[in-house]
Nanobody, 123 residues
Framework: QVQLVESGGDLVQPGGSLRLSCAAS????????IGWFRQAPEKEREGVSC????????FYADSAKGRFAISRDNAKNTVYLQMNSLKPEDTTVYYC????????????????WGQGTQVTVSS
């Protein structure tokens, strides 16, 4: 069955970096756009970034532009989110998800989700 498993979340100091991984199985990653989202308690799920299946185009929320970089390695069935210059407000659970169609930062456009990985930015 379709599975997405995130990893790489950790406790990091402000200004630090983390690389999140999203390991996909049960489908051919090459054919799907993959997005990263985050959700703080009692807040709506926020789209962070997306990478397309066709040409590898990337999209970012304003909060992620210039700091985060999404990439994919189809041979390893994995999508990555490199996060630099982390801020305390980046603290939350991060999820990857499979897009139903094209890249989007709207959660409704995704059909399968991972279980999430916790990122904590604190000194």
């Amino acid at each position: 069955q379709v599975q997405l498993v995130e990893s790489g979340g950790d406790l990091v100091q402000p200004g630090g970096s983390l690389r999140l991984s999203c390991a996909a199985s049960g489908f051919t990653l090459d054919y799907y756009a993959i997005g990263w989202f985050r959700q703080a308690p009692e807040k709506e799920r926020e789209g962070v970034s997306c990478i397309s299946s066709s040409d590898g185009s990337t999209f970012y929320a304003d909060s992620a532009k210039g700091r985060f970089a999404i990439s994919r390695d189809n041979a390893k069935n994995t999508v990555y989110l490199q996060m630099n210059s982390l801020k305390p407000e980046d603290t939350t659970v991060y999820y990857c998800a499979r897009a139903i169609s094209t890249c989007s930062l709207e959660a409704i456009e995704y059909d399968y989700w991972g279980q999430g990985t916790q990122v904590t930015v604190s000194s």
